[in-house]
């Protein structure tokens, strides 16, 4: 609902995509490419705002597949890293085409994706470390904060799809830190 009305609970949370987010953060965290998730976390939400359209977050989250999906398959993260941000750098251009930056809550997107390609870039260069571990697990949290933080303002994406991100980055954190905590632990031992 629009205007002051909510559904699906006093907050606006609609249950089905915490319980999807949470299984996505589950495989995710069984089948990698945790650099490649962080940035497109953050191009999707450049290709809502370019479109204007919030429930366009879902088309770019299915879209996602194939590019975070390459660089497992080739065991290779810069190829995922690469298409992605050639194509936030296309939605960037179509973007500025359409002033799409006019707006204070589409600008924030431009700063989110300079912020989270970085961590991206960041724990690919790091690689299989624990420095990189604790940076995926801080950018998975920072990025559920940004989308709560959507989810309140009702902006840019559809609340659903920042309920489920959300819920996804922060399971996908708790995936990561876990699986630190239990290296570091038979490390130990």
């Known amino acids: 609902m629009r205007g002051g009305g909510t559904r699906g609970g006093a907050h606006g949370i ?15 965290g069984i089948g990698g490419g945790l650099a490649a998730v962080i940035m497109v976390c953050a191009a999707i939400y450049v290709l809502a705002a370019v479109v204007g359209r919030p429930n366009a977050a879902w088309i770019g989250f299915l879209a996602s597949f194939p590019f975070i999906g390459a660089g497992i398959v080739l065991h290779q993260p810069w190829v995922s890293l690469a298409a992605i941000g050639l194509a936030a750098l296309v939605l960037v251009g179509v973007g500025i085409a359409r002033r799409t930056w006019t707006t204070a809550s589409n600008r924030w997107q431009l700063l989110g994706i300079l912020v989270f390609s970085a961590i991206a870039v960041a724990v690919a260069l790091l690689g299989a470390t624990l420095a990189a571990g604790v940076l995926v697990v801080a950018g998975l949290l920072g990025h559920a904060a940004w989308d709560v933080w959507h989810h309140v303002r009702r902006a840019v994406v559809a609340r659903s799809y920042a309920e489920f991100c959300a819920v996804l980055d922060l399971v996908l954190a708790i995936v990561v830190a876990a699986s630190l905590a239990l290296d570091s632990g038979s490390a130990a031992g």
């Open 14 to 28: 609609l249950w089905w995509p915490t319980a999807l987010g949470t299984v996505a953060g589950v495989a995710v």
